[in-house]
């Protein structure tokens, strides 16, 4: 005979749900697609005064963003197998767009890899206006999704694997330099050592300009004077003359078009919300402010759908150049974001051959310089790894390892967060315990179940309990475990079908509300038939 008997009280567990409906994500924040006044798309999260020193460094921000901007969506056109006039405009018009609709301030959306990599098969099998109908097909995804509130999940990616998030970028943005620096004239090796140097020291003579931007142009200013042969960025494609006009995707509108374009669209629009999510985290941690996920969810969803009527290749949070911005230069509103795109094709249309004779050399400087300070040193201190257990080392190690083997930083957060979750478990499946208490007069004996009940946990207290030495009548105290899931109604249902086995009577105490819900619903009707 089994018996339930309820300890009345409010549970630890007892909160709201985590997982808002479609209405409660849309409307209890600001409305995502909803265009803020000029004072609040300037300051964003926090308030900045645009005072002239506060106006300098986003101007002075978004043009070095620019530059930066170039080389890199040059070089991810020729991986989607596109003119490198594509990656300028998809990086335009996301930096312009996010700058209005998205959520998270100073943060730079452009031309990515990631996208690139995504989208190249579609490009390569099907043509262009695939391609770009994949993009708009994305955007409209990622509208979906973040209305759905896709960005709560990012709740569920932990430290370790953030850690390992940042520290494999860092690392992915320094081997992006490499190629440059192989079978290379010998005066870049000099310039590279020389940009960094500029970096390191010009902000001890004054923070008033950007040191990425001065270092930028006295390479330049040397290399043009002394007539020094090194790659430029010139050599990485042409720059375009004119800017990008819109227009529909030249592709049929059938039902066949969109089932060949939807896994693309499907696996770009992931990607692109998941990095575009953890930058802006990052982000809100270096500036010590909140952004609205939801809203920079449809953002790079609209961004992405006017990148594509604009013949772009899409595209989402950069996240090297978003260092540049936030972390090196200073920025901390939208104006640097906007200006960043703006700049960009300023730069190319009106200073194109100006821009075409900046030595790779400089740029390399910069993003190794952004590689450094974007990785996380403290976290492979030896002090800091003495302290840590080693499932989060193991899991932050996995989540860099993915990363760096892939190139792919979404392929690395969920493996690192999958990693995380195994560890989490096993850690609180061995954290359950049972002991007994024999009454004295031997008519009964009482259990003492404690711990979390769950599938990694529940199989294993179904072996700590004496079926045939126990007495007649046996308590289990569970008021301190919690039952969680099906798996530990069942795993109970056992241990009293055993003991009745052999006529011996097992009643179960202690049971919070949220237990003795779970086991009323399940308990006697998960036995096979």
Not at 35 to 54: E, Q
Not at 490 to 499: G, H, I, R
């Amino acid at each position: 005979m089994t018996r339930v008997s309820m300890m009345h009280g409010t549970p630890a567990d007892r909160r709201p749900g985590t997982i808002p409906s479609t209405l409660r994500a849309l409307t209890g924040s600001p409305l995502p697609l909803s265009v803020p006044s000029p004072t609040a798309w300037l300051r964003g999260a926090r308030t900045y005064r645009l005072s002239p020193k506060v106006l300098r460094t986003e101007v002075l921000a978004g043009l070095v963003v620019a530059l930066a901007l170039i080389p890199e969506a040059i070089s991810f056109s020729v991986i989607a197998g596109v003119d490198p006039s594509i990656g300028l405009f998809a990086s335009f018009t996301m930096a312009v767009t996010i700058s209005v609709v998205g959520g998270r301030p100073a943060m730079i959306s452009a031309a990515t890899g990631a996208v690139a990599l995504v989208i190249a098969p579609v490009n390569r099998e099907h043509g262009f206006g695939y391609l770009v109908a994949t993009v708009i097909l994305a955007g409209v995804l990622q509208i979906v999704l973040g209305a759905l509130g896709v960005a709560k999940l990012m709740r569920f990616v932990p430290r370790p694997v953030m850690v390992g998030f940042v520290n494999a970028l860092a690392v992915l943005i320094f081997l992006a330099q490499v190629p440059e620096l192989r079978d290379v004239p010998w005066p870049v090796y000099p310039l590279v050592i020389g940009g960094l140097a500029l970096m390191v020291l010009f902000p001890r003579i004054t923070k008033a300009v950007p040191a990425p931007l001065v270092s930028i142009a006295i390479l330049t200013a040397i290399t043009l004077a002394a007539g020094i042969a090194v790659p430029t960025v010139g050599d990485k494609g042409a720059l375009p003359s004119s800017l990008p006009a819109p227009g529909l995707p030249d592709v049929p509108f059938t039902l066949d078009t969109l089932t060949t374009i939807a896994p693309y669209a499907l696996a770009m629009a992931l990607v692109g919300l998941m990095e575009s999510l953890m930058t802006a985290k990052l982000v809100d941690d270096i500036t010590d402010t909140r952004s609205d996920k939801t809203r920079e969810s449809v953002g790079q969803g609209v961004a992405n759908i006017v990148t594509g009527f604009f013949g772009g290749m899409g595209g989402c949070a950069m996240i090297g150049q978003t260092m540049i911005n936030v972390r090196v230069s200073g920025a901390r509103t939208r104006l640097s974001t906007f200006l960043a795109g703006a700049f960009l094709m300023v730069l190319c249309i009106v200073f194109g051959p100006i821009v075409s004779d900046i030595p790779m050399a400089a740029l390399v400087a910069v993003m190794v310089m952004v590689s450094v300070a974007t990785f996380d040193w403290h976290s492979i201190a030896p002090k800091t790894l003495k302290r840590l257990p080693a499932g989060e080392i193991a899991v932050m190690v996995v989540t860099v390892a993915c990363v760096v083997a892939t190139h792919n930083l979404a392929i690395g957060v969920v493996v690192g967060t999958l990693a995380a979750m195994a560890v989490f478990a096993k850690r609180v499946a061995h954290s359950t315990g049972v002991t007994s208490v024999a009454d004295p007069d031997g008519g009964r004996v009482v259990y003492a179940v404690t711990g979390e009940l769950f599938f990694a946990s529940a199989n294993d207290v179904v072996d700590r309990f004496d079926y045939a030495g126990d007495p007649d009548s046996v308590v289990i105290d569970l008021t301190g475990a919690h039952i969680w899931d099906a798996s530990s109604v069942s795993a109970l249902d056992a241990v009293a079908a055993k003991y009745a086995q052999r006529g011996k009577s097992v009643e179960f105490t202690g049971l919070n509300e949220a237990g003795a819900r779970i086991h009323e619903q399940l308990s006697g009707e998960l036995a096979g038939h």
